[in-house]
């Protein structure tokens, strides 16, 4: 009943933008701090981008002024902007919730991924 979907990923050039959503179902959105993360091929999985469920955001600091992570609880959905994107972005990013508050707090779900891909 949880799902996590993503979508906005593709192939970009470099210097480029692309816009990533994902629609959370099945939690209470607004009581969940949200995060996009990332793996490249042979590499670990890491935190891009976290926005608690009172706004606050952090940022790796590879994405830093290029990223923008912001979420509209009336939409139950989470997005990240990116923009000035390098070859280093390219990588399956995945959305994740992680409740904060209530009977489920520190329960975890992740999205399927979608792929960005940045180009020469």
């Known amino acids: 009943q949880v799902q996590l979907v993503e979508s906005g990923g593709g192939l970009v050039q470099a210097g480029g933008s692309l816009r990533l959503s994902c629609a959370a179902s099945?939690?209470?959105?607004?009581?969940?701090?949200m995060s996009w993360y990332r793996q490249a091929p042979g590499k670990q999985r890491e935190l891009v981008a976290f926005?608690?469920?009172?706004?606050?955001?952090h940022y790796t600091d590879s994405v830093k002024g290029r990223f923008t992570i912001s979420r509209d609880n009336a939409k139950n959905t989470v997005y990240l902007q990116m923009n000035s994107l390098k070859a280093d972005d390219t990588a399956v990013y995945y959305c994740?919730?992680?409740?904060?508050?209530?009977?489920?707090?520190?329960?975890?779900?992740w999205g399927q991924g979608t792929q960005v891909t940045v180009s020469s």
């Open positions: 994740n919730s992680e409740a904060s508050v209530g009977f489920t707090k520190g329960r975890s779900y």
């Open positions: 926005i608690s469920i009172g706004g606050a955001t």
């Open positions: 099945g939690i209470i959105f607004s009581f969940n701090d």
